[in-house]
């Protein structure tokens, strides 16, 4: 995260993956890797995987892998059961699937823990690209998101399809 933080490329040197020029994407800017730096400085080593997962393209035909984007968690289960999904892929990368690929793996890494009830994540109500990620994986929207302009979403561990090939 901190190498993030202080630049692109350091992230790609880590990640041994070329970052676009438009990272970082979407609503998870500056602001939100400083949050989420903050969440995994406080975070216990039992909440490991709790936070912020990289999508990398592997290397193909000798080339470099790529950050496509990224996505996680608001943080491990809370006493209700739930976590709160949120993700994005660079403007370079969109309409490839990936999103779908980053959702459902992240609906499948929190239903791994029994602890998890119910998945969720808001997006806003003008997202269509977004909202209809969601309704592949399964989620439905259940009322108005936490901030004005937004939907939020939810997926019950009882209704979920987690073996659902992606298309």
Same mark, same amino acid.
């Given at each position: ?36 730096? @903050? ?67 992240? !609906? ?10 119910? !998945? ?24 108005? @998101? ?15 399809? !987690? ?5």
């Amino acid at each position: 995260m901190q190498a993030e933080i202080e630049s692109p490329a350091k992230l790609g040197l880590l990640l041994d993956a070329e970052v676009p020029a438009d990272w970082p994407p979407g609503e998870y800017d500056r602001d939100a890797q400083m949050h989420f730096r @903050g969440l995994i400085e406080r975070a216990d080593i039992s909440d490991r995987g709790w936070y912020v997962w990289y999508a990398i393209l592997p290397a193909g035909g000798g080339g470099h892998a790529s950050l496509v984007g990224s996505g996680g968690f608001m943080g491990p289960p809370n006493a209700a059961g739930e976590v709160e999904i949120g993700y994005s892929v660079s403007e370079s990368h969109r309409r490839r699937g990936f999103a779908r690929e980053i959702v459902t793996s992240l !609906v499948r890494f929190a239903l791994a823990d029994s602890r998890v009830r119910r !998945v969720m994540a808001h997006t806003r109500e003008d997202n269509r690209a977004s909202r209809s990620v969601l309704e592949f994986a399964g989620f439905r929207a259940t009322g108005p @998101g936490s901030e004005p302009g937004t939907i939020r979403y939810a997926l019950e561990r009882a209704e979920a399809q !987690v073996e659902r090939p992606l298309k």
